[in-house]
């Protein structure tokens, strides 16, 4: 047994504390601890990203991240992007109205990575968004209707910013 550390980190707006071994990654403590296993678990190497969640607001591979690194820290998972009333976020409904999953396994991952993505550039070319998800991997090789979804979350996104103002 290692060294056991108490952690406190804020998942979706939750407030968490757990005595965690020092070596618990933050994948295994959302899954583990929290119970959130929509984040999934691929490689285990940080090469796949089917564990992407944000970390204070930056998309990280938590199969990466140890726990204690987490601590104090805001973590939003796929569990957490949604809206409080349970329908989905603008980009959940393009990549479902793009069939943009086959088996699911990477979707949770990709929705993150893409999360992340569309705050930094609303108005993506395809060029860019086939460069914002090249760090992902889908078994499937789903990539043509995940980038079809990816484009219309951000034109999803932008007309939802528009409205709004």
Do not use: W
């Not at 990654?25 to 601890?33: M, P, Q, V």
């Not at 678990?41 to 204070?56: I, K, M, R, S």
């Not at 726990?67 to 009333?85: C, H, K, L, M, P």
Request: charged share 25%.
């Amino acid at each position: 047994m290692g060294d056991r550390v108490e952690v406190e980190l804020v998942v979706n707006g939750v407030r968490r504390r757990a005595t965690v071994e020092a070596r618990k990654t933050l994948a295994d403590f959302l899954r583990d601890d929290c119970r959130l296993t929509g984040t999934h678990l691929g490689c285990e190497h940080g090469v796949c990203g089917a564990c992407t969640v944000l970390l204070d607001g930056a998309a990280v591979r938590s199969c990466l991240v140890f726990a204690v690194q987490a601590s104090e820290r805001e973590v939003q998972t796929i569990e957490g992007i949604a809206a409080e009333d349970g329908s989905f976020h603008p980009l959940q409904e393009a990549m479902s109205e793009c069939n943009a999953f086959q088996c699911g396994f990477c979707t949770p991952g990709f929705l993150m990575t893409a999360l992340e993505f569309l705050r930094d550039n609303p108005d993506p070319s395809q060029a860019e968004i086939r460069a914002g998800m090249s760090g992902n991997l889908c078994r499937c090789t789903g990539y043509g209707s995940i980038l079809d979804g990816v484009h219309l979350a951000a034109a999803k996104l932008r007309d939802g910013a528009r409205g709004q103002s």
